[in-house]
């Protein structure tokens, strides 16, 4: 069965703080995509970054970082110097061929950068 | 790039009202859309995949008689609540698959309708 993990529900820092958004995943798929997306309190999904299942470079942009351990079955994302503008829910995501195209979203957890 | 819109974004009605939100590929045909639900503070659940031409599949525990969804085109996928009541209010997204030849086929998301039902 597919499935995400996101153990941090809520997380506060105070801004230019560094925070790491822990995501752990689960499929029985050889070949399968993992997402982040922010969502702000408009609601809106704004997607950050895709990943498939055979690259396991990790990857930055800008103060956004990510690291892909498919050992630990792990996809966790970094905020490097965290600004007011990143609070919001962050979701990280399964998508799968094998399992009709949906997506597997985790719980989200919800950021809070204090001023 | 590829858009998908999602109309109304916000709706307030009463109960007993059916509502319609309309899910739109902009630029591209989706053949694949899909309905999701986000009750306050918690995930998107996949409430239904809605096929062009074919009847949707839902998932278990949605209602389809309450859910109804049409997929009449292939740029536009409607999902109506039908004869909403208070516990019917949450954000409701949909996502349209893109064509692809490749091994994987990008999906977007819409920006969510807020249904609130007094």
């Known amino acids: 069965a597919q499935k995400v993990t996101q153990a941090q529900t809520e997380i506060s820092v105070v801004e230019k703080e560094d925070v790491t958004l822990d995501c752990v995943y689960e499929?029985?798929?050889?070949?399968?995509?993992l997402f982040w997306y922010k969502q702000p309190p408009s609601g809106e999904l704004v997607f950050l970054i895709r990943?498939?299942?055979?690259?396991?470079q990790n990857e930055i942009s800008g103060r956004y970082s990510w690291n892909f351990q498919k050992s630990t079955s792990s996809f966790n994302f970094t905020i490097t110097a965290s600004q007011v503008v990143d609070s919001a829910v962050y979701f990280c995501?399964?998508?799968?061929?094998?399992?009709?195209?949906?997506?597997?979203f985790g719980t989200g957890t919800s950021l809070t950068v204090i001023p | 790039g590829a858009v998908v819109s999602q109309h109304p974004s916000r709706v307030i009605c009463k109960s007993g009202t059916s509502v319609k939100i309309e899910c739109r590929s902009l630029?591209?045909?989706?053949?694949?859309m899909f309905w999701y639900r986000q009750f306050p503070k918690q995930s998107l659940m996949l409430m239904a995949t809605?096929?062009?031409?074919?009847?949707?599949?839902?998932e278990q525990g949605v209602e389809k008689d309450k859910f109804l969804i049409n997929h009449a085109s292939l740029t536009l996928s409607t999902l109506t609540v039908t004869s909403a009541h208070p516990e019917d209010s949450s954000f409701y997204i949909c996502?349209?698959?893109?064509?692809?030849?490749?091994?994987?086929?990008?999906?977007?998301f819409g920006d969510g309708t807020r249904l609130s039902i007094l």
């Open positions: 630029d591209f045909q989706a053949t694949t």
């Open positions: 990943r498939n299942s055979f690259d396991e």
């Open positions: 499929t029985r798929d050889t070949t399968y995509y």
């Open positions: 995501a399964q998508h799968s061929l094998n399992t009709g195209n949906q997506f597997y």
């Open positions: 809605s096929n062009e031409g074919s009847k949707a599949t839902y």
């Open positions: 996502s349209a698959r893109v064509p692809s030849t490749g091994g994987f086929w990008p999906q977007h």
